[in-house]
């Protein structure tokens, strides 16, 4: 058997075993004790080395609170948040005087804890995640009343309608959103994996074994759940701890959460298992502001101050995050909005533009995510090749080399998302045409187009044209 298999067959039977010893899997379930959302608690012993945990399969819009609980407030203990790897943490922060710690905040795929103490200080690690949320989308249309600057009032005349703007057939239907575990997408990722295990290989003939073992247990995520573990007698083995056992500390944080989302129960926050959203939400997650309520209204900004609690942990991880009234984007006053003389030629309008909007925000946050994951996975790949000079020269090649699988899955996402594009952007600026039309049949308005359909369609070309 040559080197290269048997060092590879190496990292993959002993990146398991590692994992062992390294991280216990954090695996949340419903619980009877909160309305909605999952819950684990688990505890131990730890000591300076600390006892890690990973949480995966996360959704960005879910958030997620972690109490840290000292059995004895004098022994402090401290949690350490991190996303890639264990060097550097997002959060690093030490019980307070009552012996807890509480964190919430939202991220996606993986996070990884660490709790470190005196050795045989004991603790409770608490985890709630909720399910994901659904905020209301803001519409672009204002009625020109409520408009900063109202446009001047035009009397309806008999002027001859000017021409409209044919509506390509062409751009009638525009492609959806790559998904982003399409073809080129998935050989990407794994074209950049599989050079980080070539690069763990290097590092074996370098006689290095024991930093790239190290580096595919962090980096690659290889993990085992308590429930799996074989009996054991470490004291810095978790448990999960059932509800009987729980301590004051841990009992008081999930009585604090409850009594939070028993607020959103009542203000008509729906805590299904697959989303959190108001009820007053249409059927694809849109709001009707022509249904709302005093209460509807008070429901809605209970569950947006309630996101508001829980930050992105990760900064990059800001630009994945679907922002349908995103900084900056200008607002759309229209005498049509909300009027029913203006009949179909307008909601057809607003529908298309509704669509486009959604269609090209989607796109946008696929084409973020790839982008950060591959990062990542780039950025291990770096550290990882900076270890052996051999590996460093193999991979400067491979990533240079535009014939690589990565490299043309890379330029094949991109050929893509340029594609649909241009379409979504057309199918856009022929909504915004076709609003134009409509305000002129109906207002004699013949420059709303160029006073606010174009600076609009400008914003979503800058916006979502790839820098």
Known sequence: MKLATRCALLVLLLGPAL???????????????????????????????????????????????????????????????????????????????????????????????????????????????????????????????????????????????????????????????????????????????LALVVIIVLLFRGQRKGAAIVLVVLGLGARSTPAQQPAATSAMIPRNVPPADTWKQTNEALQKLREKLEQLEKAGIKGEPEALKFGGFGGEGSFDPSKTAGSAVTGVKLLLDFMEEFGLIDPREAAVQPNYNPPGQPLLPSRCYHNPQCGACFADAQKKLDKSRQLLEDMYVIYKQTELKTGRILELADAAAGLSPYAKLAWTVQKSNPNEPMNQARQHFYDVYDGNLTKLLSMSNEALIAIGDCERQNFGDFDWYNRYGMVYYNFQRDRYTRK
Request: net charge neutral; proline share 14%.
């Open 19 to 193: 994992a062992f010893a390294d991280q216990w899997e954090i695996v949340p379930q419903p619980d009877p004790r909160l309305p909605f959302g999952k819950l684990s608690v688990v505890g131990g012993a730890t000591g300076p080395d600390g006892v890690r945990f990973v949480v995966n399969n996360l959704n960005i819009m879910s958030p997620m609170q972690v109490t840290l609980a000292a059995a004895d407030p004098r022994k402090p203990l401290q949690l350490s948040i991190f996303k890639e790897g264990m060097a550097q943490p997002l959060v690093q922060s030490p019980t307070d005087a009552s012996g807890v710690l509480t964190v919430r905040f939202r991220t996606a795929d993986s996070v990884r804890f660490q709790v470190t103490g005196e050795a045989g200080a004991q603790y409770q690690l608490m985890t709630w995640i909720s399910p994901p949320a659904e905020t209301p989308t803001p519409d672009a249309f204002v009625a020109v009343t409520s408009y900063p600057a109202a446009p001047p009032v035009v009397t309806r005349t008999a002027a001859p309608a000017a021409p409209s703007v044919p509506v390509s057939a062409a751009t009638q239907a525009a492609a959806p959103p790559a998904s982003p575990w399409s073809l080129p997408v998935m050989i990407l990722l794994g074209g950049i994996l």
